[in-house]
């Protein structure tokens, strides 16, 4: 830790010396990308620090789907070319990282953004260099205000999260409930609309419990909230504290059952290798789907090399971020972020023949032929302000360290 601000000075040092010898103007990153040249796109992804679990998955897709469109001939007759920055999970890096990739590397949208806090972090200096951000995080505000039509979320908010899991929790029996919270300001955007929905069917809130990362120990937390026998337990929250919550709880014999995200729950298996099949067993998770049984998905699954029914979140949002970029460049007609932004929400909203491949949604748009994107994660909607909308959401069940899934719910 003591060696971070040494790196990240010697990062922007870099950065300001490969400026320094390069032609492309500060002003204009993504109109320096002159005809023939490839098409610069970035991913900011959390390769290290808390979201470090989830980095690489969104590595791997983004390098998936540029490899699958330029094998079929690219965007515009030229190729895609992926700049990769690592945020650090942290604001301060990931704006270091973020300008890096616009002012050094030209990229003309940024992909990724795992974490709520760097997204809003980073989200006013790509406002003002014109630059598309295409974010994974989920805090209500990224959409919010006058984005000038360039920020586009690829998961859903904060509200619909919520909404989705007191219905999954009410489904289930539950009467009562208890949030032991995460806080960041994804997770915290989750509770109030947890509150509301769980108590709009019926349901009772015991208790509001909150936790920080990378804390020693949870054990007084997890005791405050299951001593009170809640049904049922919400635990916004990611892998890393997640599996030492599950290990809290299975280890002191509490019964209530116990509610998260499948990225903290599943993560293609690494929560189940983490705390093994006992402690994993009646745990429940909830994920936007089609994810799983999209041809979308299983093309994700096939040119990431991954087994079929593995449970990715963040690979495939990358993977939808790609493809809506290269659909709406090439319906645009112009790698400039100001002009392809305005074609992103009709390569996904519609109406057109619905395309589960980026490769034949290319061929139809260069047909003259209206296409609609239908994603890995979801068969989502946009909204004006960028918002997915009409999402489905699976409630998944792990037995015997399996996800298997128990039932839809909004």
Request: charged share 20%; glycine share 10%; no cysteine.
């Amino acid at each position: 830790m003591m060696n971070a601000p040494f790196s990240r000075r010697t990062l922007l040092a870099a950065s300001l010396l490969a400026f320094a010898a390069s032609p492309l103007p500060l002003s204009a990153p993504a109109a320096a990308q002159a005809a023939g040249e490839p098409i610069r796109i970035g991913l900011l992804a959390p390769l290290t620090g808390t979201g470090g679990p989830y980095g690489k998955e969104e590595e791997e897709a983004a390098k998936a789907a540029i490899a699958h469109i330029n094998a079929a001939g690219g965007v515009l007759g030229r190729k895609l070319e992926l700049f990769v920055a690592d945020d650090e999970s942290t604001p301060t890096a990931g704006v270091g990282a973020a300008r890096k990739l616009i002012d050094v590397n030209g990229v003309s949208a940024i992909t990724g953004v795992w974490s709520s806090a760097v997204a809003l972090a980073v989200r006013p200096i790509t406002i003002e260099k014109g630059v598309a951000l295409l974010p994974n995080g989920s805090a209500d505000e990224l959409t919010q205000g006058d984005t000038k039509g360039l920020v586009w979320r690829f998961q859903t908010n904060g509200k619909e999260w919520g909404r989705a899991f007191a219905n999954a929790a009410l489904k289930d029996g539950a009467k009562t409930a208890s949030i032991l919270v995460l806080q960041t300001p994804f997770t915290l955007s989750t509770v109030k609309p947890f509150e509301e929905a769980f108590k709009a069917g019926g349901g009772k809130i015991i208790d509001v419990v909150y936790f920080n990362p990378n804390q020693p120990s949870y054990r007084s937390e997890v005791d405050k909230v299951f001593a009170a026998k809640p049904d049922a337990v919400f635990v916004p929250s990611y892998i890393p504290e997640f599996t030492a919550i599950a290990k809290e709880v299975y280890r002191s014999g509490f019964d209530s059952k116990l509610y998260t995200f499948s990225h903290a729950a599943d993560s293609q298996g690494k929560f189940v290798q983490n705390v093994g099949k006992q402690v994993a067993e009646g745990i429940n998770h909830v994920q936007a789907v089609p994810a799983g049984t999209s041809g979308t998905y299983q093309l994700y699954l096939k040119l990431t090399d991954q087994k079929p029914g593995t449970i990715v979140a963040f690979g495939a949002n990358v993977f939808d971020e790609i493809n809506v970029l290269a659909l709406s460049i090439e319906k645009a007609k112009s790698d400039k972020a100001a002009d392809f932004s305005r074609e992103i929400a009709n390569v996904v909203n519609g109406p057109g023949a619905t395309v589960t491949d980026p490769v034949e949604g290319l061929k139809l748009i260069r047909e003259g032929k209206a296409i609609r994107y239908a994603g890995a994660t979801s068969d989502f909607r946009f909204a004006p302000n960028g918002d997915q909308t009409d999402l489905d959401y699976g409630h998944f069940r792990l037995s015997d360290g399996v996800s298997k899934l128990i039932g839809i719910t909004k």
